[in-house]
């Protein structure tokens, strides 16, 4: 993929065509992906074997404990936005670590256009190959409260 194509799928309108398949970086987004569908059936993914016992998910400044919490969280999170999407500008990824950088997308009800940076990083135990940390850093305060704020952690427990 190059980046004039990275770029042009950057022109906010309307969504951009998903990352690219070939990249290098789908794995570990399919499996987060796989990881948030498992959990809304309500899957223990633990025993999937595809995330460590003692996972934390940072998102926003929210700081979640265990698969079924954090993906369960920010399932729900998810879903309350009408439409969005992650942009990924930059890929990396290294030795039990992949990083995204780029911009998520929300478009609103009322036709808005609401844009904030992200930095994603998942850290992968070497010993166990199990995702032990997922982090999603981004401004929430972008995105209308409505949509959020009555979201707790503790009830995804």
């Excluded at 595809?50 to 998102?59: I, N, R, S, W």
Aim: aromatic letters at 12%.
């Amino acid at each position: 993929v190059s980046v004039t194509e990275i770029r042009k799928s950057l022109v906010p309108t309307s969504p951009p065509p998903r990352m690219p398949a070939g990249n290098g970086g789908e794995a570990p987004v399919l499996w987060c992906l796989l990881a948030l569908v498992v959990v809304a059936l309500g899957v223990d993914t633990c025993r999937l074997g595809f995330f460590a016992d003692d996972f934390h998910f940072y998102f926003a400044h929210y700081t979640l404990e265990g698969v079924n919490q954090g993906l369960g969280f920010v399932g729900a999170f998810n879903n309350r936005l009408p439409k969005y999407e992650h942009a990924m500008e930059e890929i990396f990824v290294g030795d039990n670590v992949t990083i995204f950088r780029g911009l998520l997308r929300v478009w609103l009800d009322d036709g808005r256009l609401v844009e904030t940076p992200f930095w994603d990083k998942i850290e992968v135990d070497p010993d166990s190959g199990k995702i032990i940390n997922m982090y999603a850093t981004f401004s929430i305060a972008a995105v209308p409260e409505e949509l959020w704020k009555d979201l707790k952690p503790e009830d995804f427990a």
